[in-house]
């Protein structure tokens, strides 16, 4: 297979000048992912993934994070539809407003789907390269898609994962157009969050002083994404990143990860270690639920970094309004705002929030895209 120059080598035989773009092409024409690199007996970073030293600031690659004292609240849903329903609501509220992130646990997926759903995206990433290299795709008409580093051709700096997409936001795509290895396992997670996805519609309602099934009505969380990363074991984590600090531009994200840890999130002006909790599912609040909740609950910044320890796995469910809801204008609900609490964002429909999103480059260099929709006066 291709590989590609470590640092410090040069990118072509005849001198030392580096061609970003043709490093780039030659990686994504491997399709072999970082994995491959791995695989193909790298010990340096390539120059492609090293990072400017702002993107790496305050890494912790080999820690546990213990050390800071915090961690992400836990929620236990253990009775939230009788007797406990209060305390639930209350503790979803409280971690929204301080945290953006929450554990949740007893939340009715079975463990043996989600080590199964873990499993079977590990199983695909390790499979020979000329097995998955079929899948790989930048095609966003896809169902399914294999590939490393979505904004390859964009970002300053790739980063050290792959990724696994399943697009369930007009309900399960062809079984055919999904490999039969991680088929079965991922389309019967999905079945089990769109449960899940409807009892916090209801809970997270209340938490905002709402009747339960307003933001159900409104449609904002009614399309799902499964965006699926592999982290390789990494060389020199010093240098490069598995994914760059940002925050979501969903209305509420679910997280199912195995037990290497390396997710980060910035809290109280620190990076703080997410610890994984067996069996836990890993909440956090998007861009669009700060916007609706007009900054009562709190979309955080996030990141994770590359490990020498792993492979890390996690799968993201993005939870986002339905095709038919993507063009209807979001704003801050008119319950929340009165003459002390006036409107801090503009409307807009999530469509033309992601589109700025993606070609602003939150995902790319890490800075917000929310205060691009204050009204004038909240500057």
């Given at each position: 297979?291709?590989?590609?120059?470590?640092?410090?080598?040069?990118?072509?035989?005849s001198g030392?000048h580096?061609?970003?773009?043709?490093?780039?092409?030659?990686?994504?024409?491997?399709?072999?992912g970082?994995?491959?690199?791995?695989?193909?007996?790298v010990t340096?970073?390539p120059?492609l993934?090293?990072?400017?030293?702002?993107?790496l600031?305050?890494?912790s690659p080999?820690?546990?994070?213990?050390?800071t004292g915090?961690?992400?609240?836990?929620?236990?849903?253990?009775?939230?539809?009788?007797?406990?329903?209060?305390?639930?609501?209350?503790?979803?509220c409280?971690a929204s407003?301080?945290?953006?992130?929450?554990?949740?646990i007893?939340?009715?997926?079975?463990v043996?789907?989600?080590n199964?759903?873990?499993e079977?995206v590990?199983?695909?990433?390790?499979?020979?390269?000329?097995?998955?290299?079929?899948?790989?795709?930048?095609?966003?008409?896809?169902k399914?898609?294999?590939y490393?580093n979505?904004?390859?051709?964009r970002s300053?700096a790739a980063?050290?994962?792959?990724?696994?997409?399943f697009?369930?936001?007009?309900?399960?795509?062809?079984?055919e157009?999904?490999?039969?290895?991680?088929?079965e396992?991922?389309?019967?997670?999905?079945?089990?969050?769109?449960?899940?996805?409807?009892?916090?519609s209801?809970?997270?309602?209340e938490?905002?002083?709402?009747?339960?099934?307003?933001?159900?009505d409104?449609?904002?969380?009614?399309?799902?994404r499964?965006?699926?990363h592999?982290?390789?074991?990494?060389?020199?984590p010093e240098?490069?990143?598995?994914?760059?600090?940002?925050?979501?531009?969903?209305?509420l994200?679910?997280?199912?990860?195995?037990?290497?840890?390396?997710?980060?999130i910035?809290h109280?002006?620190?990076?703080?270690?997410?610890?994984?909790v067996?069996?836990?599912?890993?909440a956090?609040?998007?861009?669009?639920?700060?916007?609706?909740?007009n900054d009562?609950?709190?979309?955080?910044?996030?990141?994770?970094?590359?490990?020498?320890a792993?492979?890390?796995v996690?799968?993201?469910c993005f939870?986002?309004?339905?095709?038919?809801?993507?063009s209807k204008?979001?704003g801050?609900?008119?319950?929340l705002?009165?003459?002390?609490n006036?409107?801090?964002?503009?409307?807009t429909?999530?469509?033309?929030?992601?589109g700025f999103?993606?070609?602003?480059?939150n995902?790319?260099?890490?800075?917000?895209?929310?205060?691009?929709?204050?009204?004038?006066?909240?500057?």
């Open positions: 297979m291709q590989t590609l120059p470590g640092h410090g080598e040069p990118i072509t035989c030392p580096y061609d970003r773009a043709k490093e780039a092409k030659e990686f994504d024409e491997t399709k072999a970082v994995k491959g690199l791995i695989d193909s007996g340096k970073v120059r993934f090293i990072h400017p030293p702002q993107n600031h305050n890494l080999d820690t546990d994070g213990a050390a915090l961690q992400v609240p836990i929620i236990d849903m253990r009775g939230y539809q009788d007797c406990r329903r209060e305390d639930v609501v209350n503790d979803l409280r407003e301080t945290w953006g992130f929450f554990q949740i007893n939340h009715g997926i079975p043996n789907v989600m199964g759903t873990l079977a590990k199983q695909f990433h390790e499979q020979p390269e000329g097995v998955k290299r079929e899948w790989y795709s930048r095609d966003n008409a896809k399914f898609r294999y490393s979505g904004d390859l051709f300053k980063t050290w994962k792959d990724t696994v997409y697009d369930f936001s007009s309900g399960a795509p062809d079984p157009a999904v490999p039969l290895i991680c088929r396992p991922v389309f019967e997670y999905e079945r089990h969050i769109e449960k899940l996805k409807k009892s916090l209801e809970l997270l309602s938490a905002l002083g709402l009747d339960s099934d307003y933001l159900g409104i449609g904002c969380m009614e399309s799902k499964f965006v699926s592999y982290y390789p074991i990494c060389p020199e240098l490069t990143i598995g994914t760059i600090n940002h925050s979501d531009a969903s209305f994200t679910l997280l199912l990860q195995n037990h290497h840890g390396g997710l980060q910035r109280q002006n620190q990076w703080i270690d997410v610890c994984p067996p069996g836990a599912i890993l956090n609040i998007g861009d669009s639920m700060q916007l609706v909740s009562k609950f709190k979309s955080v910044e996030h990141r994770v970094v590359a490990r020498k792993g492979p890390r996690s799968v993201a939870l986002v309004p339905g095709e038919t809801q993507k204008p979001y801050p609900i008119k319950e705002l009165d003459e002390d006036p409107p801090m964002y503009r409307e429909t999530f469509t033309e929030y992601f999103y993606l070609s602003s480059g995902g790319l260099n890490g800075e917000s895209v929310l205060p691009h929709f204050r009204v004038s006066e909240s500057k």
